[in-house]
């Protein structure tokens, strides 16, 4: 986050709000577990995913939320599930969190942002309109 901000990428200006209003606690990961996985991978990862999966093995979660394909996959070679943000978007409309329409509406703004394909987001639209009904 303080990278991206350095770079002003929206995306981190964004997860840092969300950080400080929802009070998400904040863990720095230790090196001996960002050596510890590259000792359990033999690929080159970004400092991002790096990251990300290094500090997953040391809060030893078992579940990642990504959009990044490249990191989901590595992760689930890892043996961690994956949630991407149609995932959670399904499950707010699942739990009455938000409309047919806003659900929609966000899926129609992950395609737009190039953050999942058109053929996937109909699939998650057919399942939002079942869950809708429901």
């Known amino acids: 986050v ?3 901000e350095e770079k002003a990428l929206a995306d981190a200006t ?3 709000q969300f950080i400080t209003t929802y009070g998400v606690k904040i863990t720095r990961v230790k090196d001996d577990f960002i050596q510890k996985l590259k000792g359990k991978i ?6 991002g995913d790096e990251a990300v999966i290094a500090l997953a093995l040391q809060e030893k ?7 990044d394909e490249g ?7 890892l043996g961690f599930r ?4 149609p995932d959670l978007l ?7 969190l938000m409309s047919f329409q806003d659900f929609e509406s966000f899926i129609k703004w992950l395609v737009v942002e190039n953050r999942l ?10 399942e939002g309109k079942k869950n809708a009904k429901d």
């Not at 979660?61 to 959009?67: L, Q």
């Not at 399904?90 to 009455?96: N, P, S, T």
């Not at 394909?117 to 057919?126: H, K, N």
């Open 82 to 85: 994956i949630k991407a943000s």
């Open 14 to 16: 964004v997860i840092k």
């Open 61 to 67: 979660v078992k579940e990642i939320i990504t959009d």
């Open 42 to 47: 033999n690929k080159t990862l970004t400092k």
């Open 71 to 77: 990191l989901a996959k590595i992760a689930m070679a």
């Open 90 to 96: 399904l499950e707010g409309l699942k739990d009455k």
């Open 117 to 126: 394909s058109s053929i996937v987001a109909e699939l998650y639209l057919m």
């Open 2 to 4: 303080v990278t991206g």
